[in-house]
């Protein structure tokens, strides 16, 4: 099959959709598919043609580090009409997602699109406090028109998000809960003290010391601020216990000063953004995942932990309840006390750390690289099925209307 995914968004950028389609990509390829990519140029204003990935150029829109493309560069269709696409996967709604869709149309291309962003969390980014009823109103007016209205089928990582769609927005159309997958061997790699040691006295931490590991973009949906002000009353009890902040973002300033608010410059350390290739050497500075975040469609980040044997202790939302299961592999807590709670009975036991860190680690197969492949790959069956389906309905009824028969030997 010849695949074609569309996105602003793909590595070397670091977030969960690039890290997503990398995990696709690579599925996709080892069962035979050719996979080929479209994204946005992330550095300037000029085409780059790599192998089977077309960089666009696109303008920086003041949020992260996104830029924007023309929703039809017409530069780059001699390029993707050479690679005759058997299906289109979309994994963004705007610029690029707009150019897949018009493609998908043009040349008559089953599209299936992955929808990752609950854009209603990120409204404040745009209004800054104002109108964000008015917002969100938008959003599902937009989120509706481009997930519902223009694809084929719709692919959701969580049931989380199959909710929002069938509960909230009321759709009758399919959709599929496919969870992303991850690199299970890129997490779980062994690595020496003596490379762990040299990257904790390059943050500056102590050898024997405990850490709890967020990892993450540093915007106020991830509630990172909550971390921050709990671990005052964890370190009442574990003095040796470090919060390592993984990441970076807008919310950084604010961030480490809050921690100098809370006198925490002794048990608070803040990495900045750490390259993809040594992403996974960071989850092996800890002992524990945290996170406070309530925005996530599925939350990559908590199954890199697990397959870095990590137990997790998260926010009770529906993102982390699939993966994490309650005195196996980590807690979901429902608020400060909880969270509190659960870090310390972990550090106060080291046996039962010990153990879910295995449980974690074992749990984490089920979100394979592999795995993911597979059930997207059924997906683009059913899409290529449906989409035949419909145009034979369609030639039916034009056959019907001119009085023709043996409409099935057309």
């Known amino acids: 099959m010849r695949i074609g995914i569309f996105s ?33 140029n992330p550095d300037n204003m000029k085409y780059i043609k790599e192998d089977r990935v077309l960089r666009i150029p696109g303008i920086p829109i003041g949020i992260f580090d996104y830029r924007l493309t023309s929703i039809y560069p017409a530069r780059a269709i001699k390029t993707i009409k050479s690679w005759n696409l058997d299906v289109i996967h979309s994994q963004t709604e705007f610029g690029v997602g707009t150019f897949a869709r018009i493609l998908a149309k043009q040349y008559n291309i089953p599209l299936v699109h992955t929808y990752h962003t609950m854009y209603e969390d990120y409204i ?9 009823k008015t917002g969100k109103k938008i959003v599902e007016h937009l989120t509706l028109f481009y997930c ?18 069938k509960e909230k927005y009321k759709v009758k159309r399919n959709v599929h809960i496919v969870p992303t997958g991850i690199e299970v061997e890129k997490y779980s790699q062994k690595y020496s003290d003596e490379v762990i040691n040299k990257l904790k006295e390059k943050i500056g931490i102590k050898k024997d010391d405990y850490n709890l590991i967020f990892v993450g973009r540093l915007g106020l949906e991830k509630s990172v601020d909550f971390l921050i002000n ?15 902040i993984i990441g970076d973002g807008p919310e950084r300033q604010n961030l480490e ?17 750490v390259p993809l290739k040594d992403i996974g050497m960071y989850y092996h500075l800890g002992q524990i995942f ?15 932990a697990i397959a870095a044997s990590l137990p997790v202790v998260a926010i009770h939302d529906e993102s982390f309840v699939d993966p994490i299961k309650n005195d196996y592999n980590g807690y979901l807590f429902k608020d400060d006390q909880d969270y509190v709670n659960y870090i310390n009975c972990l550090l106060d036991n080291k046996t039962r750390l010990e153990k879910m860190a295995l449980n ?31 145009e034979n309905i369609f030639k039916r009824m034009f056959y019907k209307i001119k009085g023709e028969k043996n409409v099935s030997n057309r």
């Open 257 to 273: 000063n809050l921690v100098k608010k809370n006198n925490l410059e002794k048990n608070v350390f803040f990495t900045g953004k």
């Open 360 to 390: 974690a680690y074992e749990s984490s197969h089920n979100y394979s690289s592999t795995a993911f492949a597979s059930n997207v790959l059924k997906v683009y069956k059913l899409a290529i099925k449906n989409k035949k389906k419909k």
């Open 124 to 132: 404040h980014y745009i209004t800054k406090g104002y109108f964000n």
């Open 8 to 40: 602003d968004t793909y590595i070397p950028q670091i977030n969960g959709v690039s890290t997503s389609i990398e995990m696709l990509r690579k599925g996709l390829e080892k069962k035979g598919h050719k996979v080929y990519i479209v994204t946005v």
């Open 148 to 165: 519902d209205t223009t694809a084929t089928e719709l692919i959701v990582p969580t049931k989380k998000t199959y909710d929002l769609f």
């Open 290 to 304: 945290v996170t406070a975040s309530k925005t996530e469609t599925q939350g990559l980040t908590v199954l890199e």
């Open 230 to 244: 709990n671990h005052q009353e964890i370190v009442k009890k574990h003095p040796n216990c470090n919060l390592i």
